[in-house]
């Protein structure tokens, strides 16, 4: 493959003949990313004011130790060390974020946004270097699949909490009677979106029979194989339109919490 | 008639530099018929490759504006005329004049990639039965009219030159269709890790923006061999549960 080097020149950082906004999708991209990953890294530092009613914050979902009523295992463990700061989404936030971290539609982009490696195409690059996904660190990506498997997990924990967002107890006699509220709502469409994006996941797509040749001979899973790839097709508004509805949910929880929104019923 | 600046670049090999070309513009032109135009009336000795005129012959692949684009298929209705169109050659290889670019080096790599090798025939008379949904998927990737613009926009090779490690979105199409073709029995899973080295993809989806037939090359092809890549030689438990089938 032997091959003759280009005569027109290497370009510079940032430099094109491109006569478009080429600029703008990676700019709305760092800042819609940016923006996600500073509200979720405070958000969850929180440890406060991610609970209202039957609401749980979708951040702190399975809430595995915590003093709220959502708590599956009780209060923070004694043999949490004093010095690390405590919240009880930590247990839990590396998984979701795992998979959007390592997800093949965030790649593209935030290698863009973040990396400007391109910052877009066909615009000059910053660096000479590049290793691609061959090479250690970005070869770790491959472990895309295993974060799937996780999602899928929280997806059915968020499923049972808009089953358990339809029950509220009333605060003077105790009983518990169905509902729907604003936040069950929220709560349900978050859901939708998620399940949206993590069953359009490309790694969930080779496992179903993107894998297989042969995929007439197993006609249930060529079905399903039809209907990942239909969401598939959509992977990049189901991954936008999720991030916004589950920041926008704990957004809601917190904000019910802090008594500075109040949920209304609407059954 | 109206007037348009055209902006191409002149040069070889040892180098050269963009030119301006002022030329008359009507109604349905494309850039090619602008070049062509120019061609006739200013510059007898510009070179440009083109053949069909209708987008299938894959010859006139230029950069407009910036953009990897057949000149033939790219209306001047659409480019904002008011400013200079600015004509390149494909920057990912090298130039021979003006917008001629050597492609050799895309037809040595298609030479290295394992042929198709089909299963033995299903029926005496030496013939196979396919279900029509398993080579569906392939059909997409046939469409491929090797223009090469998916390769020039690559950053890997027009940022990185990594030509002598990369195969480029072209052959991991062309690779796609043979490998997830229901009769192959070949395994390329190894070459696409190692020489082609399909790691060095970074999903930008340029490839797919430019392709002119609209093959959804990153999602259909890249992606899924990718994924297919992890199976072989990145799953832990696919490789255990392979182990433990082998016995």
Not at chain 1, 81 to 97: G, M, R, T
Not at chain 1, 134 to 139: D, E, G, V, W
Not at chain 2, 139 to 145: G, N
Request: charged share 20%.
């Amino acid at each position: 493959m032997a091959y003759a080097a280009t005569s027109l020149g290497a370009r510079r950082f940032g430099e094109t003949t491109r006569r478009d906004a080429w600029w703008a999708q990676p700019l709305a991209v760092f800042l819609g990313l940016g923006t996600f990953v500073v509200y979720t890294t405070w958000a969850s530092l929180q440890g406060e004011h991610y609970f209202s009613g039957p609401y749980l914050s979708p951040f702190y979902s399975p809430e595995f130790f915590g003093s709220s009523p959502h708590s599956w295992f009780g209060p923070k463990p004694g043999w949490w060390p004093e010095w690390l700061p405590w919240s009880p989404a930590i247990f839990i936030l590396w998984a979701p974020a795992g998979f959007r971290f390592t997800c093949y539609y965030y790649r593209g982009a935030y290698y863009k946004a973040f990396w400007a490696d391109p910052p877009s195409c066909t615009v000059g690059e910053p660096r000479q270097s590049y290793w691609g996904e061959r090479a250690f660190p970005l070869i770790l990506q491959n472990v895309h699949r295993y974060f799937f498997y996780l999602a899928v997990l929280f997806i059915v924990v968020l499923a049972h909490d808009v089953w358990k967002a339809l029950w509220f107890t009333d605060t003077a006699s105790g009983e518990v009677s169905f509902g729907v509220g604003i936040g069950t709502l929220v709560l349900a469409a978050n859901t939708c979106l998620l399940a949206g994006y993590t069953f359009g996941c490309h790694s969930l797509r080779h496992l179903i029979g993107g894998g297989l040749d042969l995929l007439s001979r197993l006609p249930v899973r060529e079905k399903c194989y039809g209907c990942v790839s239909a969401l598939n097709r959509r992977h990049m508004p189901w991954a936008w339109m999720s991030l916004f509805s589950v920041g926008f949910s704990d957004l809601y929880v917190r904000l019910c919490s802090m008594g500075i929104w109040t949920d209304l019923r609407i059954l | 008639m109206p007037k348009a600046t055209f902006r191409i670049w002149r040069g070889d090999a040892s180098g050269g530099k963009l030119h301006d070309y002022v030329t008359e513009v009507s109604e349905g032109m494309v850039v090619l018929d602008a070049v062509h135009q120019i061609q006739a009336e200013q510059a007898n000795d510009l070179a440009v490759r083109w053949n069909c005129k209708a987008g299938k012959c894959g010859s006139c692949s230029a950069e407009i504006n910036g953009m990897p684009r057949l000149m033939c298929m790219t209306r001047l209705s659409d480019l904002p005329l008011e400013e200079p169109v600015t004509i390149e050659p494909m920057r990912s290889f090298p130039s021979l004049r003006d917008l001629v670019t050597d492609v050799s080096w895309n037809f040595g790599v298609k030479k290295t990639i394992r042929p198709f090798g089909p299963r033995p025939a299903d029926a005496p008379d030496g013939t196979w039965r396919i279900a029509e949904g398993d080579v569906d998927r392939v059909q997409e990737f046939r469409k491929c009219i090797e223009c090469f613009l998916c390769q020039d926009v690559c950053h890997v090779l027009r940022e990185h030159h990594l030509h002598e490690e990369f195969a480029g979105p072209r052959f991991f199409v062309y690779t796609a269709a043979l490998e997830m073709h229901p009769l192959d029995t070949e395994n390329r899973l190894g070459d696409l890790r190692g020489p082609q080295g399909i790691g060095y993809c970074n999903i930008t989806k340029c490839c797919t923006k430019v392709c002119p037939e609209s093959i959804t090359i990153t999602d259909n092809a890249i992606i899924p061999l990718k994924e297919r890549v992890v199976d072989e030689f990145y799953d832990p438990i696919r490789r255990l549960l392979r182990g433990l089938r082998s016995g």
